[in-house]
């Protein structure tokens, strides 16, 4: 296995939120694998966190944005630089920065790149608050009703390590720790900032990947500690004001975003799934927030 080992570039889109990145810098510096290199493209923070990084983390390359990039952008910067300075067998990881991961993370998911080539290797999330709760372990989708299943969501980890699958088949991977060869971008191009900048695009990219030809997997040894409320990988649903919910269907901050899922569901479903795929999904996203409001139910 030493033979073929990888390397290994985390790219980090940050904005703000300085604590969450130090954070997950300090565990990645921890990793008992070695053969890796940090990325971390800062949107325009103004709490300090270019300068946090220079001053503790002088060994991450600290790639910048005004602002604007938004997720997928950023992304794109980071993809581009590692384009530039790695080898056709090497890896991307994509990390958030509001992670923090166990010493023997990158080990895991570097032997699972071993195991299952042309193949994007993705994450289980776990609570950060108590380290046992599952917060995502993969989705599976069924593409004519728009139903988004979250694999393992709120059972406690210790139970699904009980199974011998510990790795698992999905239909998307989030970009909270997902495993791509290099060669993924360079046959399929980058992130779809243009139609889906802020959400949707990590989903986009791994489907995209997937009818060329590359396996998607969750990797559950491969443990992203996330903290939900900051993470949108835990969907509760806070009352709003009524004001406030009818922007979030438009804000480019939000997943609730009608044109964004729009242009999810025309760059994956074709024909007559489009309309049966929108409909389903954004008729379950309004009535699930309305119900939600009216405090008849607390998650969509």
């Not at 073929?4 to 565990?27: G, Y």
């Not at 389903?280 to 309305?290: E, H, K, Q, S, T």
Request: aromatic residues 12%; contains cysteine.
């Amino acid at each position: 296995m030493q033979n073929n080992r990888k390397s290994l570039f985390i790219v980090i889109p940050v904005h703000n939120r300085k604590r969450f990145t130090r954070d997950c810098l300090l565990s990645l510096r921890k990793q008992t694998f070695k053969n890796f290199t940090i990325i971390v493209i800062d949107d325009g923070s103004s709490d300090g966190t270019s300068e946090m990084i220079q001053k503790i983390f002088p060994e991450v390359v600290l790639l910048h944005g005004d602002g604007n990039l938004w997720w997928a952008q950023a992304l794109n910067i980071g993809v581009n630089y590692v384009l530039n300075h790695s080898k056709d067998n090497d890896y991307i990881l994509t990390l958030n920065n509001d992670t923090v991961v166990y010493p023997d993370y990158l080990q895991k998911l570097h032997d699972s790149a071993l195991d299952y080539p042309k193949s994007l290797i993705g994450s289980i999330s776990i609570s950060i608050v108590d380290q046992s709760t599952v917060i995502d372990a993969g989705v599976r989708v069924n593409w004519s009703t728009a139903k988004f299943i979250n694999l393992g969501k709120d059972k406690k980890y210790y139970k699904m390590m009980l199974s011998n699958s510990f790795i698992q088949k999905v239909d998307v991977l989030s970009g909270r720790g997902t495993l791509i060869p290099i060669d993924t971008f360079r046959e399929i191009g980058l992130y779809d900032f243009e139609h889906l900048p802020h959400y949707g695009a990590d989903y986009e990219f791994s489907y995209r990947a997937n009818l060329k030809g590359y396996s998607l997997f969750i990797n559950n040894k491969a443990v992203v500690l996330s903290n939900a409320r900051s993470t949108g990988l835990n969907n509760r649903v806070n009352r709003l004001r009524w004001c406030d919910l009818m922007k979030s269907f438009f804000s480019i901050r939000s997943p609730n975003n009608l044109k964004y899922r729009w242009n999810f569901a025309r760059l994956c479903c074709k024909g007559w799934r489009l309309p049966v795929f929108y409909l389903c999904d954004v008729g379950r996203l309004i009535i699930g927030a309305f119900l939600a409001q009216l405090g008849l139910i607390t998650e969509t």
